[in-house]
Structures are given as C-alpha cells and as structure tokens.
C-alpha cells in the first residue's frame, strides 16, 4: 500500500485478556518503529527494529509487552494480560532509515495508529 | 528531568501573527532535530528538520537551534487557522529512535 497501515484501528478489551497490533510498512522500509500516545500526551518510545539487526526494546514498559517483525516487513506488537493503563493509541511508523545515517533516522511516517481501551 | 521539554499551552495567536513554538532537551549529545505537526485525532506529520546551529527556513515555517543552549525553536509566520495542531519536537541523540515531547498546542485564531 502507499502508507502504513495499521489493524485493527480500535480495540476494546477486558483487564486481562491479551492483544496483538499489527502494522504493515511502507515497502522498502528498512526501520520500524512503534510508538504509544496517551491522552493528551506526547509519543512515548517502545521498540525500533532496523533492518536484520536486534530490535531496540529500550522503550518497553513492562515484560508483558513484546514485538515482533516477520520477514523486515510486518510487526505485531502483543501485550499479554492488559491493564487498564495500557490503554492509549498505538502507533506504528517506518522510515528508510539506513544504519549509520543519522539524517535518515528523522522522517518517519506513521500509521493511523491502533486505538486501545482497556475496560 | 524530561529528555524533550516543551510548554504544552494552549498557545493562542491571532491569524496573520508570528507564532514562536520551543524546545529544550537534556542530552547534549543530541544531533538531530525534529518538528512534527499533528492535528487533532490524526498522526504526527514531519515539517521541518534541523542539524546545525542557526536558522533553517521552509516556506512560512523557520527552525532554529542552539546546542550551547539545548534549545530548538519553530517560527509559524502569517500563521493561518489551518495551522491550528500540536506541533511535536523530536530530538536523536545517536540512538535510531526519536524521542518526542509531549507537543505545544497552537491554535490560531480568525
């Protein structure tokens, strides 16, 4: 497709329960990023996967969140037995980032994003 | 201490006026900076980067930086109604992924 694209767009689940988001790049997108933005508040930084190399999970709050990318294309992010705070909008972007470059690293193009409630 | 700091507003100027967005970040390792643009309800939009210290002007919109004083700015000139958005800063300090601020919400006023 010509953009990201990101499924499922809202999601409402009961505490406890697991989800998983998925996000499908620009193709020829070598960085993934995924983001999450609570109400009213900035994008707070969870996992970046460039290329072949180990993602950078630095972002992740918590051991019940993890993510995965298929083939240097699509990603699901899982978070396993949700709560109530992780209840935001999950966004995904990709960029042409080339490692070493860090020029590149700064036009990211972002998904719709994956709504999530947490009841 | 935040990493990206900005002041959330509401920043309110009338259509036509300058509008002055800031910035301040912590890690004096920073390299890249970033302003993205996001309206109500959508995602984040790049709009302007900047590298070096200096201004750096696109149309209507001018980035400014200062890395002694860890401050990057965004100028909107003849600001327009449609400029009405949270303008978000983004900083990279070697790592691959930004680190955002929490956005200043302008709103531009007929």
């Known amino acids: 497709g010509a953009g990201v694209s990101q499924s499922p767009s809202n999601k409402v689940t009961e505490k406890g329960k697991d989800v998983e988001l998925r996000c499908d790049p620009i193709?020829?997108?070598?960085?993934l990023y995924w983001y999450r933005q609570s109400l009213g508040q900035g994008l707070e930084f969870l996992i970046y996967?460039?290329?072949?190399?180990?993602?950078?999970k630095s972002g992740l709050p918590s051991d019940r969140f993890s993510a995965e990318r298929t083939g240097g294309s699509v990603s699901t992010l899982t978070i396993q037995r949700t709560q109530q705070e992780d209840s935001a909008v999950y966004l995904c972007?990709?960029?042409?980032?080339?490692?070493?470059?860090?020029?590149?690293?700064?036009?990211?193009?972002f998904g719709e994003g994956s709504r999530l409630t947490v009841l | 201490q935040k990493e990206v700091e900005q002041n959330s507003g509401p920043l309110s100027v009338p259509e036509g006026a300058i509008a002055s967005l800031n910035c301040t970040y912590s890690?004096?390792?920073?390299?890249?900076f970033f302003w993205y643009r996001q309206y109500s309800g959508k995602s984040p939009e790049l709009i302007m980067s900047?590298?070096?210290?200096g201004d750096k002007e696109d149309g209507r919109f001018t980035a400014q930086l200062n890395k002694a004083s860890q401050y990057v700015s965004l100028l909107i000139r003849d600001s327009q109604p449609s400029d009405s958005a949270t303008y978000l800063c983004?900083?990279?300090?070697?790592?691959?992924?930004?680190?955002f601020g929490s956005g200043t919400r302008l709103q531009v006023q007929p």
């Open positions: 890690d004096r390792g920073s390299q890249s």
């Open positions: 983004a900083v990279t300090a070697g790592r691959r992924a930004l680190t």
């Open positions: 972007a990709s960029s042409l980032n080339r490692a070493g470059l860090v020029m590149a690293t700064g036009e990211l193009f």
């Open positions: 900047i590298y070096s210290n």
């Open positions: 193709s020829g997108h070598t960085a």
């Open positions: 996967f460039q290329g072949n190399s180990a993602p950078d």
